[in-house]
């Protein structure tokens, strides 16, 4: 029995690990393309960036309990803004890198998925970002957040599980493309807020009464991150 089930698991490890074909070059594109569509347009944007939310409140809730603070919940809401709740103390290097994981998440997990895209592992990255949902999904405190993750992660399971190598592969690069281009914009939009007097309370306020450092020169950081993460990212995507 036991190995039966070593070896079912050792079958198992090596078909999510392993690696697949890449996809045709127009696939890459097309994908891109789409990205770009859901992305550009306000009317589109306003829906998917409750995608791009989540990462950012994932990456709040990740780095807080990898600095040893105590998570208490994540919430999201349907105007696509989030709040990560966690516990500790209220200053120092943990408390900062909290604060500054949630505008460099979505692109340096974009950044992550293209690395993961570039040797072929296209299962993999979609087992992992399953498991990263169904993680965050547990820390959930509202009715809106958990809808929102649950699709999420019911599209990425349904893909996984159904869908063929060829529709795996171009949606895993679709979602990869969204977080590298959709990690872009939400920077620019906090950029655009603080000029015309508004979002005192955002991430890069947060850090700048943390360290003593400009608000403005936490917002260059998260430009210079999405933006790095985004022609990286993009290298890697279309084999250059």
């Known amino acids: 029995m036991d190995s039966t089930a070593s070896a079912s698991f050792a079958s198992l490890w090596d078909e999510v690990s392993g690696t697949q074909p890449d996809p045709d070059l127009w696939v ?19 829906l998917s960036r409750n995608a791009i939310t989540i990462a950012h409140e994932g990456g709040h809730g ?19 803004s989030g709040l990560t709740v966690s ?9 900062i890198l909290t604060a500054v994981a949630g505008y460099t998440a979505p692109p340096l997990l974009g950044l992550g998925g293209a690395a993961l895209l570039g040797t072929g592992r296209i299962t993999l990255l979609l087992w992992l ?31 996984s599980w159904v869908a063929g190598p060829q529709v795996q592969a171009a949606f895993a690069y ?12 939400p920077a620019f939009e906090l950029q655009a807020k603080r000029a015309r007097g508004g979002a005192g309370d955002s991430d890069a306020d947060q850090l700048s009464r943390l360290t003593h450092v400009p608000a403005g020169l936490w917002l ?9 993460a985004l022609l990286g990212g993009g290298r890697w995507l279309l084999g250059l």
């Not at 009715?143 to 399971?157: D, I, K, R």
């Not at 679709?174 to 914009?185: H, I």
């Open 28 to 46: 890459v594109i097309a994908t891109l393309a789409a990205a770009l569509v859901v992305v550009t347009p306000h009317g589109l944007w306003r």
């Open 62 to 80: 990740l780095v807080a309990l990898l600095t040893g603070r105590t998570l208490t919940g994540i919430r999201l809401h349907s105007d696509t």
């Open 87 to 95: 516990r500790g103390k209220p200053t120092g290097i943990g408390m």
């Open 129 to 159: 970002a399953t498991l990263l949902l169904l993680a965050m999904l547990v820390m959930i405190r509202n009715a809106y957040g958990a809808l929102t993750v649950l699709v999420s992660g019911g599209t990425f399971v349904l893909v």
């Open 174 to 185: 679709a979602v990869v493309w969204f977080l590298l281009l959709g990690g872009v914009r």
């Open 220 to 228: 260059f950081l998260f430009h210079a991150v999405s933006l790095s």
